[in-house]
């Protein structure tokens, strides 16, 4: 095809609202000549619009299979790690909730053991761990939730009952900050922030001189 006959099917499909991609799959050339070549040749409104809902449907679609990728590769190293970390012992159950207090944990308070976090999966964990491994009785333990002034008490605090599976009587009286959490940028899991207690000081001597155990043998 001689060089005025590729031209002119370039501008007629063009002239069919055609994008840059869709004429270079139909016409070989290169895409400075068809920048050249199309200058002049405007696209109608209608056109255009559905040139840009075209684009918009081809990001969202990238978007989602790029996102199930992700989720896939990240199932696998789930599976992956399950089959090898799990179940866990008695004692590996036990190190694994030493150092979530380590980290999360109440370090200062002599008397009660505390783990506070706005993330669900973390309460939980902590709520299996302070019953099963430290043995602490359900009753013995006390839920106090951190919200904002602008957050429903009654709300948040079922979201709660709900997730861990407790009854609403274990429930203290909430601390309600004076800020708002509609003026805060960082908002966390949007529940507030779940505060487990055990009023227990033999425990929670015992909780940190086991950290203290470990962390003192495993050092540079």
């Known amino acids: ?64 299979t790029m996102k199930l990728k992700h989720q896939a590769k990240l199932d696998s190293y789930y599976n992956n790690q399950a089959e090898k970390l799990l179940p866990l012992s008695d004692k590996e159950l036990m190190i694994a909730g030493l150092f979530l207090y380590s980290g999360e944990g109440n370090k200062v308070s002599r008397c009660s053991l505390n783990i506070t976090n706005t993330d669900p999966s973390v309460i939980k964990f902590s709520l299996y761990w302070i019953t099963k491994s430290l043995k602490v009785d359900i009753k013995k333990i006390h839920i106090k939730l ?54 227990d000081t033999i425990l929670k001597e015992n909780v940190m001189m086991a950290i203290k155990a470990i962390t003192d043998k495993y050092k540079i």
């Open 1 to 64: 095809m001689t060089k005025i006959l590729l031209k002119r099917k370039v501008v007629e499909l063009r002239k069919q609202g055609k994008s840059y991609s869709d004429i270079l799959k139909v016409v070989k050339v290169s895409k400075s000549s068809l920048s050249l070549w199309l200058k002049d040749i405007p696209l109608t409104k209608e056109q255009k619009d559905i040139l840009t809902n075209r684009r918009k449907r081809a990001v969202e679609t990238y978007r989602i």
């Open 146 to 199: 951190h919200l904002y002034s602008d957050m429903d008490i009654n709300e948040h605090t079922n979201f709660w009952v709900k997730e861990l599976k407790i009854s609403k009587d274990m429930f203290k009286k909430p601390y309600i900050k004076h800020s708002k959490r509609s003026d805060i940028d960082q908002k966390g899991y949007g529940h507030g922030t779940c505060g487990i207690w055990v009023h």
